[in-house]
């Protein structure tokens, strides 16, 4: 079965420091991963995705996330945190299943930028 | 512009009353999707359309119904039977295939009272 942990609900970092969200998944398949930020009162959005063409996967505002299969991770990273990446970040895997495809989201992981 | 559309941003409800939320895409997206989120858990799924007429129920479908006549609405009435429905609700809509991101609305923030 399918299941995505996202190591820490918080993570507080200064301007300027490396960002690093943590992403661990299961999955049967070779799977499709997903990075998505909410912003307060806001749907999500998708920062990047992972379809298997590439093991680092760059995306939208500086983010980028490296698959490595060995240790089922797909970890968000950015060099430098700016005030405005303030917000909630989403882990999401997808694959195929008996039943269809199905994509499960992590608990999210909040991120705070300290000027 | 295309995108998702969810109406009211904000509803306020009396328990014990249903309560319809809105959802509307012009992506020409197959599947759209219903999930709650609270604070701490993320998103849970509670509905899912991958074709017009047609939806299964997601991992807390209880106390919610759905209905899915046109391609582009995807409405979801949140019952009498729901026991905690104060909650933000998303709707999202995909081009339908296990590689496709999902394209979320802005959200609707129920509080029953």
């Known amino acids: 079965a399918q299941s995505v942990t996202q190591l820490g609900s918080h993570v507080s970092v200064s301007e300027g420091a490396l960002v690093l969200l943590r992403c661990n998944y299961s999955?049967?398949?070779?799977?499709?991963l997903f990075w998505y930020v909410q912003y307060p009162n806001q749907g999500l959005q998708l920062l990047l995705k992972?379809?298997?063409?590439?093991?680092l996967v760059k995306g939208i505002n500086g983010f980028e996330a490296e698959f490595k299969k060995s240790e089922t991770s797909f970890h968000l990273t950015k060099p430098s945190a700016h005030m405005s990446d303030a917000a909630e970040y989403f882990c999401?895997?997808?694959?195929?299943?008996?039943?269809?495809?199905?994509?499960?989201f992590g608990a999210g992981t909040r991120l705070f930028v300290k000027a | 512009d295309g995108g998702i559309t969810q109406s009211p941003k904000y509803l306020f409800r009396k328990e014990g009353q249903n309560v319809t939320l809105s959802c509307e895409q012009n992506?020409?997206?197959?599947?759209m999707y219903w999930y709650r989120q609270d604070p701490g858990q993320g998103l849970r799924l509670i509905y899912y359309?991958?074709?017009?007429?047609?939806?299964q129920k997601g991992d807390i479908a209880e106390g919610y119904s759905v209905s899915r006549e046109k391609k582009e609405s995807f409405p979801l009435t949140v019952t009498s039977a729901q026991k905690n429905p104060t909650a933000f609700y998303l709707c999202?809509?995909?081009?339908?295939?296990?590689?496709?991101?999902?394209?979320f609305g802005p959200g609707t923030r129920l509080t029953v009272l």
């Open positions: 359309s991958q074709i017009v007429n047609d939806f």
């Open positions: 992972y379809t298997s063409a590439a093991t």
């Open positions: 999202a809509s995909s081009p339908t295939g296990v590689s496709d991101e999902q394209f």
């Open positions: 999955s049967s398949v070779p799977p499709y």
């Open positions: 999401a895997v997808s694959d195929v299943g008996t039943g269809g495809f199905k994509t499960i």
């Open positions: 992506l020409n997206h197959d599947a």
